[in-house]
């Protein structure tokens, strides 16, 4: 059973950043791959980043250029700098573990494609 908690959420105005956090009990340089996914109220889950246990990575078109997903192994922690923010970025997100490869960025997974969850931060972008 691998345990994720994510930190870092917040209210933030349009065009701020924030650096969310994801802290794993399971090692992630074993994880094939893990991921950012967010939900906003009333809609599907969906893929923001993912990175796999090579370093490749995949964004949703939406936030390529400004998002940048990251992890340090020695510290089993997957991060999401989030730069230059848009209301439409606010959402619940979460960490996923154990994602079937960094192709679950672009889509709106179902939450069995994902071995582990976080329980999610949540992030406010107002105008």
């Known amino acids: 059973q691998v345990q994720l908690v994510e930190s870092g959420g917040g209210s933030v105005q349009a065009g701020g950043s924030l650096n969310l956090s994801c802290q794993s009990s399971g090692p992630t340089y074993t994880s094939y791959c893990m991921g950012w996914f967010r939900q906003a109220p009333g809609m599907e889950r969906e893929g923001v980043a993912a990175i796999d246990r090579y370093g490749n990575t995949d964004y949703r078109d939406s936030v390529k250029g400004r998002f940048t997903i990251s992890k340090d192994n020695a510290e089993n922690t997957l991060f999401l700098q989030m730069n230059g923010l848009k209301p439409e970025d606010s959402g619940m997100y979460y960490c996923?573990?154990?994602?079937?490869?960094?192709?679950?960025?672009?889509?709106?997974?179902?939450?069995?494609?994902?071995?582990?969850w976080g329980q999610g931060t949540q992030v406010t972008v107002f105008s």
């Open positions: 996923g573990y154990d994602c079937p490869g960094i192709g679950v960025a672009t889509t709106t997974p179902a939450l069995s494609e994902l071995r582990y």
